[in-house]
């Protein structure tokens, strides 16, 4: 009788330690080659600049991880692993291009203000309709100003003047979730801030197309 | 007497063991609501947590059907993921 009992107990113990046999580990070697793919894509900063592709390439590992300590299906262990490294890879190609940007030339504030000025509406509505053509696309509104006054106030005002465009778009139509603002004061000039000329054009206000 | 009691008392633990306790329901929310409840949370969120977030949701839907608990250990990462995306 008792003997029957610990046959019952082993078996039962047996059968409810195999209803867990997976667990994630990332740090089996067969995941070496995908693990340095993902983690030189984190390096490269694709967390930023490709999110959507770090992610996918993130969970690939992990989900490789698990399916090869469950050790089951080799097939599709393989195709996880290839997915992490193409997801990885196709990461850290898109860090590397370009982002696109769209000037938006004219735009112009009220001195020292956030506010815009008439001018500045038409081409404002050029940019909805260009957004509102292209549906698909995120964008960040980057302001940015010369160098003169003190930088840390040309921050300030460059990260109102992006959000007064952010509001305007918004207003207009664009869906908030397409946009972000980002003032970037006098850390990013394209020309040179000795000249009024050169001035003039670092005080501007971009889209730049988001992945 | 006793011993069929403990004999039916260790097949239900069998049982148990190899239920999915995602998909059970009394035991709180199941992994569908889980899921559904990230992919709110992240909505119209496009960083990386965010992403990484909704992937690790449908991967512990698509393990639901297993009997282990991959699904809630994935499901338990795609929270974090979300909690560390912000939004709602």
Not at chain 1, 60 to 79: C, K, Q, R, V
Not at chain 1, 120 to 146: C, M, P, Q, Y
Not at chain 1, 152 to 169: E, F, G, I, P
Request: glycine share 8%; hydrophobic share 40%; proline share 2%.
């Amino acid at each position: 009788m008792n003997r029957n009992l610990l046959t019952i107990i082993a078996c039962s113990t047996l059968l409810g330690a195999c209803a867990w046999h997976g667990g994630i580990n990332v740090d089996r070697s067969e995941l070496d080659e995908a693990r340095e793919h993902v983690a030189a894509a984190r390096a490269a900063g694709a967390e930023t600049c490709a999110p959507k592709e770090m992610a996918k390439a993130q969970a690939s590992l992990l989900y490789a991880g698990h399916e090869l300590t469950e050790g089951i299906h080799p097939d599709e262990n393989a195709m996880l692993i290839d997915s992490a490294i193409k997801h990885a890879d196709q990461a850290v190609a898109i860090c590397k291009k370009k982002p696109e940007t769209i000037a938006l030339t004219g735009v112009q504030f009220e001195t020292n203000s956030d506010e815009l000025t008439a001018a500045s509406v038409a081409i404002l509505d050029g940019a909805v309709a260009t957004l509102k053509k292209r549906a698909h696309i995120r964008v960040e509104v980057s302001a940015h100003t010369d160098s003169r006054g003190q930088a840390a106030y040309n921050q300030a005002l460059s990260d109102k003047r992006a959000a007064s465009v952010r509001a305007y778009l918004i207003g207009h139509g664009i869906a908030a979730n397409r946009l972000s603002a980002k003032g970037y004061g006098e850390s990013r000039p394209i020309a040179d801030n000795g000249t009024a000329a050169g001035r003039a054009k670092n005080r501007r206000v971009e889209l730049t197309v988001l992945r | 007497m006793r011993y069929p009691m403990i004999l039916c008392g260790m097949f239900a633990l069998c049982l148990m063991s190899f239920a999915s306790p995602s998909a059970a329901g009394i035991f709180g929310k199941s992994i569908e609501q889980r899921a559904a409840a990230v992919h709110e949370q992240t909505e119209g969120l496009h960083n990386y947590h965010a992403y990484l977030a909704r992937e690790l949701a449908s991967i512990a839907e698509d393990e639901n059907a297993q009997h282990d608990r991959a699904d809630c250990e994935f499901m338990k990462l795609a929270e974090e993921a979300a909690a560390r995306a912000g939004g709602k």
